[in-house]
């Protein structure tokens, strides 16, 4: 397959993406926020969540805090 037919394949599906706001590199944030969620409902603090995170996937904890601000946040 092509670069080309998988892009028009999933054309309306990237238009859509785009109106909504959402950035296609967006993908690569889903296992954290899923992570953040579980953790969230067994650990009350939210400190203690953000450094777990940040220490588990390499990164600080304000670009966690970040990343799930930008998760949360609505689309359009």
Same mark, same amino acid.
């Given at each position: 397959?092509l670069? /080309?037919?998988?892009?028009?394949?999933n054309? %309306?599906?990237? +238009?859509?993406?785009? +109106? /909504?706001g959402?950035?296609?590199?967006d993908?690569?944030?889903?296992?954290?926020y899923?992570?953040?969620? %579980?953790?969230s =409902? %067994?650990?009350?603090?939210?400190?203690v969540?953000?450094?777990t995170? /940040?220490q =588990?996937?390499?990164?600080t904890d =304000?670009q966690?805090y970040?990343?799930?601000?930008?998760m949360?946040s609505p689309?359009?």
């Amino acid at each position: 397959m092509l670069r /080309a037919d998988l892009i028009e394949f999933n054309k %309306e599906l990237f +238009q859509k993406l785009k +109106q /909504a706001g959402i950035k296609l590199e967006d993908y690569k944030y889903c296992d954290l926020y899923r992570d953040y969620v %579980e953790m969230s =409902r %067994e650990e009350p603090n939210r400190k203690v969540v953000m450094l777990t995170l /940040a220490q =588990r996937y390499g990164i600080t904890d =304000r670009q966690v805090y970040n990343i799930i601000n930008h998760m949360k946040s609505p689309v359009g």
